[in-house]
């Protein structure tokens, strides 16, 4: 199902939507409007309950409450999403990736969000993903490929921004895009998120990814629009 939301983000890629958590986020408005006018068209929203993972951080008012024109790209770290997904679809999210590891249903969730409209317009639809921690099977998303549009790869342990990513990750990419291509479903966009700085980002970009989730690499208290400007232009020349 070829939504208008996933024809827009297709157009976009390869990209970066970057990460918001990290960000002066007593200056959000500020923070947002440096990286937009530098031509970042992704707000990456990390959703993370204390029960998936240690970690609290925002919830549906909160991804409401954000205006922008950029793409809500929500990544729901929460245990048991089926129920959930409704509410962060009611608050804006264009883009919803729930973690195969986080319920026992996690087609079900797909199926969800496949029945539900985009609260920013009705026709425009979502995009679907499905993420992966660093330490599960990518086997795991094989009985999904058929319904999912996108795959999030995390190259970290969720939780913390800053982390560092390790070597193997890279191996992990070139093999679930050999499994997309082996399942003929090479046109699932494949996301990275974790660990990718300023060193990494053209090796990283260079395995094929179509997404790169950045955010302490922006938001590192220096000059943000020079950094959004960096991590842009690696991933297009990539
Ligand atoms: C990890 C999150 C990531 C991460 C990105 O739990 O899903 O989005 O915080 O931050 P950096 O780019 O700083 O690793
Ligand atoms: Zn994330």
Aim: proline content about 5%; hydrophobic content about 45%; glycine content about 8%.
């Amino acid at each position: 199902m070829q939504t208008e939301a996933l024809r827009t983000l297709r157009r976009l890629c390869p990209t970066i939507s970057v990460g918001m958590l990290t960000a002066d986020l007593m200056n959000l408005e500020r923070e947002l409007s440096i990286i937009q006018d530098e031509g970042v068209k992704l707000l990456h929203i990390d959703v993370m309950d204390g029960c998936f993972c240690p970690v609290m951080t925002v919830g549906p008012p909160f991804i409401k409450g954000i205006r922008t024109s950029m793409m809500k790209d929500v990544h729901l770290m929460v245990d048991e999403p089926v129920g959930k997904v409704p509410e962060y679809v009611a608050a804006g999210a264009d883009i919803v990736t729930v973690h195969a590891e986080s319920t026992h249903h996690v087609h079900r969730a797909v199926q969800q969000l496949s029945n539900l409209k985009n609260a920013n317009d009705p026709e425009r639809g979502l995009v679907r993903g499905v993420a992966l921690n660093p330490g599960t099977p990518l086997d795991a998303l094989e009985p999904l490929l058929s319904e999912i549009d996108m795959v999030v790869l995390l190259a970290i342990n969720p939780g913390w921004s800053g982390q560092k990513l390790t070597a193997w990750f890279c191996d992990r990419v070139v093999k679930a895009k050999r499994m997309l291509e082996e399942a003929d479903r090479s046109e699932v966009l494949v996301t990275i998120d974790g660990g990718v700085t300023r060193d990494n980002i053209r090796m990283v970009s260079g395995l094929g990814a179509d997404i790169i989730v950045t955010g302490s690499a922006v938001f590192d208290g220096k000059d943000v629009a020079e950094n959004a400007r960096f991590m842009l232009d690696a991933v297009r020349q990539g």
